[in-house]
Structures are given as structure tokens and as C-alpha cells.
């Protein structure tokens, strides 16, 4: 008999991913019924899902009881929440993740995997008051290992995506264009291929949950850096893109007012403690020999995913 595999956030990228992994893998396609959790079941994206042959079903963002409902019968779950960056991401994070947790236990689920991100104001011993959903989802992270369920975790980094809006390059001058921040070019990034990629690591835990049970997945390809980025995107797109250093004061003055304090501690952070804390190198190179088939590079990302310059 087949068990259930409950995907929160089943049309984001994700859970997409991991809803395609699974039925990518003989395996697990075997072994696993999947449910996606959306709020539009009439959406496009949910519809698709359907023609595909998942079961999907409609539950509210931090609505505990639509969940419990939704979760019923479940084998795992998979969840993820969405940042909100409205100036309390922090609160949202805590909100929709402890009562996606608490639902979990309330339908008697036994194992629960949850994406995570690392505790930047511990890491940073305080300096750092505006990580938001970091320690937002560090915090959930920490509550769902009291509740009475197995557990194990996924922590993405930097998603590629970012580099086709926030960190896009913008023009700078006749056929050049840049990308401009506060720090070092030599800052490093753990990147991840959200999309084709975040599966890979959930099918290994699904693979061999005792294993992974209580352990965090810090999911990157590998570590680039600001000025290896500029230089990737300089190579697919044949055109000039610099990396440009500007004052912190000066960058932040080009952010909406809800984010830039957060942004500007976030890239201070990675910066100044790494992306995972001290050992972000060595967390990263065990955590992608875990992951169930070919990572992307953020080469292989840019020829698949054009960036849009005039």
C-alpha cells in the first residue's frame, strides 16, 4: 500500500521540485502517493498538478485546523512557508511554521521535514537584530525537534533565481551592467537551482529517513563568490557585468523601508559569518554529496535561464 507524501506549498519552487524527484525516482514513485497543499485549487499551477495525477487539496496559510484536515492519513511532510518582507517576516515565519507543526501532530503524522535556514542572530552572538525569516525559521526549526515526530530538515541557500529580480544586473553605462552591494567581492553564496534542485535532497531523506532523522541538509551546489557571479553571468550573456562595492549607507538607500535593514544585516552576515556560520565550507561539500542525483552550477543555471538584458 502506497503511503502518503504531503507537499506543502506544492506550486511554489520548492515543493515542485520535490513533487518532481519523487516521481522521477522508480523507487519512491512506488512507494509514495503524493498530496499538494495549495490555497487556490483553481489556480493554473494546482490544476496542472492535477493533470499530473496529484491529489490536491486546499488549505489557508496559517490556518492550523484547514491543515489538520489536509495532513490527514499523511506518511510525511514536506513543508515550507513563504517569506513575507513586509517588516515582520520574523512573526510570519513563527505563526505559519509552529502551526503547520502543530497540525502535523494533531493528524498523528509520524515524520515531518521542514525547510529551514540557520540562526543568524545566534551565529552572530546578537549583532545582528534584523535576520528575519532566518532566525524566524530557525525558530520553528528548534520547536518542531520537541514535538513527538521524527524529523529531519533542508536548509537552501542563496536561491539562483534572485539573479532575474532582486539581484538581477542593471545597466550602467553603454552594453555594461552591474551588480552593486556593500560587501567584499570575494563574499561567498552557497547557491541552489531552487526549482531543479531542492528534490534531490529531499528524496535522499525519504530514501533513508533514520539516517537524516535530526540532522539539517545545508542545500548549495557550492560556494560562489560576489565577484565569480558577476563573472558567470559575464560569460553566458556575452556581455560586460561588473561587480561594483558601494557604501553600505548608499545601498541601503535604494531598498523599500520594510526590507532594508534586513537585507543590509543579511548581507552582513554572510559576509562577515558565512552563510551556515565557521563551517559553511565543509556543511556544504558533505550536505551535496548527499543529494540524490547532479546538482546544477550556476552555469549550467544561466544557460538554461537566460538573463534578461537589453
Not at 522508480?26 to 489556480?43: F, S, V, W
Not at 513543508?79 to 509552529?98: L, N, P
Request: proline share 4%; glycine share 8%.
Amino acid at each position: 500500500m502506497q503511503r502518503i507524501l504531503v507537499i506543502v506549498g506544492a506550486t511554489g519552487n520548492q515543493g515542485g521540485s520535490v513533487i518532481d524527484a519523487v516521481l522521477r525516482d522508480a523507487k519512491l514513485n512506488k512507494d509514495y502517493r503524493l498530496r499538494g497543499i495549495t490555497r487556490n485549487l483553481e489556480g493554473a499551477s494546482a490544476k496542472a498538478l492535477v493533470e499530473r495525477g496529484i491529489e490536491m487539496v486546499q488549505a489557508e496559510t496559517g490556518d492550523e485546523e484547514s491543515h489538520v484536515k489536509a495532513f490527514e492519513g499523511a506518511h510525511t511532510i514536506f513543508a515550507s512557508t513563504v517569506t513575507v518582507y513586509d517588516g515582520h517576516a520574523y512573526d510570519h515565519e513563527i505563526a505559519h511554521g509552529r502551526a503547520l507543526a502543530d497540525a502535523a501532530v494533531k493528524a498523528a503524522v509520524p515524520y515531518y521535514i521542514y525547510s529551514t535556514l540557520p540562526n543568524a542572530g545566534q551565529i552572530s552572538n546578537g549583532k545582528l537584530k534584523h535576520m528575519g525569516h532566518f532566525d524566524g525559521k530557525a525558530e520553528v526549526e528548534a520547536y518542531i525537534r520537541k514535538l513527538p515526530l521524527k524529523s529531519a530538515f533542508i536548509a537552501p541557500g542563496c536561491f539562483m533565481s534572485n539573479f532575474h529580480d532582486s539581484l538581477a544586473p542593471r545597466p550602467m553605462g553603454p552594453g555594461t551592467y552591474g551588480i552593486a552591494n556593500f560587501v567584499k567581492p570575494e563574499t561567498q553564496l552557497p547557491l541552489i537551482d531552487t526549482a531543479s534542485d531542492t528534490g534531490k535532497w529531499v528524496t535522499a531523506i525519504l530514501c533513508d529517513f533514520e539516517q537524516y532523522h535530526g540532522k539539517v541538509l545545508q542545500c548549495a551546489t557550492g560556494l560562489y563568490t560576489m565577484q565569480g557571479i558577476v563573472d558567470a553571468m559575464s560569460k553566458s550573456s556575452g556581455k560586460t557585468i561588473l561587480y561594483k562595492q558601494i557604501p553600505r549607507d548608499i545601498w541601503k538607500s535604494f531598498l523599500p523601508p520594510t526590507m532594508k535593514d534586513h537585507l543590509s544585516d543579511m548581507f552582513q552576515y554572510f559576509e562577515e559569518f558565512g552563510y551556515y556560520g565557521e563551517k559553511t565550507k565543509e556543511n556544504v561539500d558533505w550536505s551535496s554529496r548527499q543529494a540524490r542525483g547532479k546538482l546544477t552550477t550556476l552555469d549550467e543555471y544561466l544557460i538554461a535561464n537566460k538573463l534578461q538584458l537589453d
